[in-house]
């Protein structure tokens, strides 16, 4: 009967960097598969440590840290602009979003004050720019943000408590051209990341309702959204608009290949995807 990698041994290979591929393999044997492991073990461990040495080196940069500034450079080229918002935002703001007191996306939120709250995502802020920035910039115009954002999930070898986002936002979108506009800026995004494998699906999301999700490697990457929306009178934003929010650690997970995302987040573990246990 064929047997699998034990517990402790997929939890290894997936701290140092194995793909799915070695994680879910099947054995003729115990022998055959401890054998398999400590084979396997050794090579990415020794893997591990060109990938440090390379870093000690040069470019001494994080992929994380790549990835955001390709991004950057992406958006900017393309006529976006940076901006940069505060961590904390008001239990107001996320009210707007529908994230109301008695809402169970409430228990998800780090609070840091009884209304204050460490952001759980960029869109609120982002909204209160479009809303100031419509008063002074002629249409469309683009703005986007890179940064952390924090959320009691709920674990998992694809979930992050404290994670990097990338939002944009484009208000005065056309009404008729949204849709192709929206699949524009992820596919710009999607170049800029090196991950050339997508597609749109459709979603039912809990705060915006109807969403367009990009998938890649069977993972959400992102979710996209347009206006007019019913959470716009919250914010007194009235036109048309086109916004996407990235996971940058699930760009990262996706392009590589592995099975772990905290490889790719910020640690005191893992250094540029690198297990430090080595």
Not at 49 to 73: N, V
Not at 119 to 144: D, H, Q
Not at 231 to 245: I, K
Request: proline share 5%; glycine share 10%.
């Amino acid at each position: 009967m064929p047997v699998e990698l034990t517990v402790t041994q997929k939890q290894r290979l997936r701290e140092l960097g194995g793909g799915d591929e070695l994680v879910t393999a099947r054995f003729a044997s115990a022998a055959e598969r401890d054998e398999t492991f400590r084979r396997t073990e050794h090579e990415l461990v020794a893997a591990g440590r060109r990938t440090l040495d390379d870093l000690r080196l040069g470019p001494r940069t994080p992929r994380l840290r790549l990835l955001e500034d390709g991004l950057r450079a992406a958006l900017t080229a393309a006529g976006f602009c940076e901006v940069v918002t505060p961590l904390i935002v008001a239990a107001e703001a996320l009210d707007n979003m529908g994230i109301a007191a008695g809402d169970p996306l409430r228990e998800q939120i780090y609070w840091v004050a009884r209304d204050r709250a460490l952001r759980p995502m960029l869109a609120p802020n982002l909204y209160t720019l479009m809303r100031r920035l419509g008063r002074l910039w002629p249409r469309p115009f683009g703005i986007f943000e890179v940064g952390p954002c924090f959320r009691r999930d709920t674990g998992g070898s694809r979930h992050l408590s404290e994670f990097t986002m990338l939002n944009c936002v484009e208000l005065g979108t056309p009404l008729a051209a949204r849709r192709r506009r929206l699949e524009e800026l992820a596919g710009l995004v999607m170049a800029a990341a090196t991950v050339d494998d997508y597609e749109f699906q459709e979603h039912e999301s809990e705060v915006y309702g109807d969403t367009v999700d990009v998938v890649a490697g069977g993972l959400e990457v992102c979710s996209a959204a347009t206006g007019p929306h019913p959470l716009d009178d919250n914010w007194g934003v009235t036109e048309p608009w086109v916004g996407l929010g990235f996971g940058l650690e699930r760009l990262l997970l996706v392009r590589e290949g592995a099975s772990a995302i905290e490889r790719f987040g910020r640690s005191t573990t893992y250094l540029d995807g690198v297990r430090l246990n080595i």
